[in-house]
Structures are given as structure tokens and as C-alpha cells.
């Protein structure tokens, strides 16, 4: 159960498994924004993708919908990794890390690890006030530039990028949590979101126990976590809009290439095929005919 302010509200686990015809039109476009909170799993295990969702009685229909792809109810998985890292935007979040939508470059960096387990998590819960915050910072940018000091060029195209990001109609408080057993891993795995979200922050896995008088382990709770906005050093914190959130966390456009968990519907064109034995064969006459 997840608590949303003084209600509890039933979790519900989903797979989702594209057929093998499977192309997406933007179909979480149509979704995200009538999302409320939501958890993303990206799941490398056994070298396949599984796309795995945390999600609300309310809101589980809409990802039961989509085309060509099954949303199957599962029970609540387990995620533990050795080493876990938040990320942090490059600068303040009221600059857009991308402009336009952009295809989701995680499924084919994914398939390039062979057998290492590993796990992107993205979690976004909607914000209303988010939009204020971010024509706030522009505000307090043009006022101050205005009257100290002439504002640069750089500064100058930042701005003008919040405003088109402010203009968005929704905004969502988002967490992107990386989990990995080898270190090595996690450079790849930043492949995985836009350049903007580059800067990371180690999770410690392990916390002091009283009781015990050391530290023992303590794994990161990756199916329990929500994303709440710090209220100090929360100008790195990732609030992004619609366009934003959607460039990372995109359905595949074409699995045709990818090793992932796929749905059981098998479409008529790939279904058994016919032996030899029950085909006809049609010889002709100059078959027939033709010499040794």
C-alpha cells in the first residue's frame, strides 16, 4: 500500500510485454498526463528487459489499453543491488534537459550488457505547483539581470528555454535511481537518460543499528520509494514536464532487435508453419524432363 497524504491508497504491479509487432505511437503520451504518481522499472535480468510498472487501481486501465502490448498484473518484485545512485540535473530544473521529445535511448543501451543485472528506476509524482516555481526562477533572473548587469548570451538562451518549459500543462516531482552489482556498470547505464540528468549521488546501502553496535545492510526500497522534493539544495532536484519525462521513459519504437519479455499473442503470420510432408509439391514439366 502506498500512503498519499492521510489515505492509503492499493499498489498494483504491471508488466508490460509488447508483442512482436509492437511499434509505438507515443502511446504514454496519451497517458502520462493523466497519471497522478507512478513508478517505472526497467529491469535487465538474464540478458532481457523487462518493463515493469507501479501503478494505482484507478489508473492500471490506462496501460491496459495500449496496442499490441499485454499489461499483466504481477506481485510486488524484488530489487536488491549492491551499489545504488541517485541522478541530479546539470543545472536548475527550471532548464528543460530537452526541448522536444526525444526517443528514450534506454532499451538499445540495455541490450548492450550481457549478463549483469541492473535496474533503472524512474518515479514521478505530479506537482501542481511546479510551473510557479519555474516562472518564479525566470522572474528572479530578468529582475536582477535588468538591473545590475547586462545578461549574457548563455543565460540569455536559458530563459528563453525555461519559458517554453513553463508553458507545459504538466509537471511531475521525478526521482531516476540507478541500481547495479558491478560499478562499472553505472557509466553505461547514465547512457540511458538525457545528458542533462548526468550528475549522480551515491545511496549508502548499509546504516548503523543500535542494537547490533555496526553497520548493517540496508537495501535501497526501490518498490516503497515516492519522490518528495528536498527543501534544501532542491535547485538540482529533477521537476520535469511532460516532455521531459516522456523522452526517458518511452516505450520501444520497434522490439523487432531487442531481447525482451514479450506477450504470448503470436500474430497469424508467425505462427506454425506447414512441414514438407504436408505441402504440395508442384514439379514442372520441364522439371520433368531434365537430363542428369
Not at 82 to 97: E, G, T
Not at 267 to 273: F, I, R
Amino acid at each position: 500500500m502506498l500512503s498519499l497524504g492521510s489515505k492509503s491508497i492499493k499498489t498494483n504491479w504491471l508488466e508490460l510485454r509488447p508483442y512482436q509487432s509492437f511499434k509505438d505511437d507515443w502511446y504514454l503520451k496519451e497517458i502520462l498526463h493523466k497519471i497522478s504518481d507512478i513508478g517505472f522499472f526497467f529491469y535487465r535480468k538474464e540478458d532481457r528487459t523487462r518493463i515493469i510498472i507501479r501503478t494505482n487501481d484507478s489508473e492500471k486501465s490506462l496501460f491496459e489499453k495500449i496496442d499490441q502490448l499485454e499489461a499483466i498484473e504481477i506481485p510486488e518484485p524484488e530489487f536488491v543491488f549492491r551499489y545504488v545512485k541517485k541522478l541530479r540535473l546539470k543545472r536548475h530544473y527550471a532548464i528543460p534537459i530537452v526541448l522536444e521529445v526525444q526517443r528514450s535511448q534506454l532499451y538499445n543501451v540495455l541490450e548492450q550488457l550481457h549478463k549483469e543485472d541492473c535496474l533503472v528506476a524512474c518515479y514521478a509524482k505530479k506537482d501542481p505547483y511546479a510551473a510557479a516555481s519555474v516562472w518564479s526562477w525566470i522572474s528572479n533572473k530578468e529582475s536582477k539581470y535588468g538591473k545590475e548587469k547586462r545578461m549574457g548570451p548563455q543565460l540569455q538562451n536559458f530563459i528563453q528555454t525555461a519559458k517554453q518549459k513553463a508553458k507545459d500543462t504538466e509537471f511531475y516531482q521525478c526521482e531516476i535511481i540507478l541500481g547495479a552489482q558491478h560499478k562499472k556498470n553505472f557509466e553505461h547505464l547514465k547512457m540511458t537518460i538525457p545528458e542533462g540528468i548526468s550528475k549522480t549521488k551515491t545511496v549508502s546501502q548499509t546504516k548503523f543499528s543500535i542494537r547490533k553496535g555496526c553497520c548493517a545492510e540496508n537495501n535501497f526500497p526501490f518498490t516503497t520509494f515516492s519522490p518528495k522534493k528536498p527543501i534544501i539544495s532542491s535547485k538540482t532536484f529533477p521537476i520535469l514536464n511532460g516532455t521531459e519525462l516522456l523522452s526517458i521513459v518511452s516505450l520501444p519504437e520497434d522490439v523487432s532487435k531487442l531481447r525482451m519479455a514479450f506477450g504470448s499473442y503470436v500474430p497469424y503470420s508467425q505462427g506454425p508453419k506447414s512441414s514438407i510432408d504436408d505441402t504440395d509439391v508442384i514439379i514442372s514439366n520441364d522439371d520433368k524432363f531434365k537430363k542428369d
